[in-house]
C-alpha cells in the first residue's frame, strides 16, 4: 500500500527507530511499512494517525493531500 510514512517521520527528523519505539513494534516493521511491503493492521493505522495528528487516508493514499489547516482533505489528481 502506498503511504507517505517516511515524508511524515522525515518532518519530525525521527530516524526509523524514533518511530517503531513510540509505535511499539520493530525497526523493520516500520521500514516494511514505508516501503509498502507491509500494510499495518487497523490499530497500527489509527495510532499512526494520531502520532501524526492527520487522517489515516492522508498517510496511507498518496492521491489525498492535507489542506494546511489538517481541517480539509481534497483529492489530487
Known amino acids: 500500500m502506498k503511504n507517505r510514512l517516511k515524508v511524515l517521520r522525515a518532518e519530525q527528523d525521527w530516524t526509523q527507530a524514533d518511530l517503531a519505539e ?4 520493530s525497526r523493520q516493521t516500520v521500514n516494511a511499512i514505508e516501503k509498502g511491503k507491509y500494510d499495518p493492521s487497523l490499530p497500527l493505522a489509527f495510532k499512526l494517525a494520531r502520532l501524526f ?8 493514499d498518496d492521491e489525498v493531500r492535507i489542506d494546511s489547516d489538517k481541517s480539509m482533505l481534497s483529492l489530487t489528481s
Open 53 to 60: 495528528d492527520t487522517p489515516i487516508e492522508a498517510i496511507f
Open 22 to 25: 513510540k509505535l511499539d513494534v
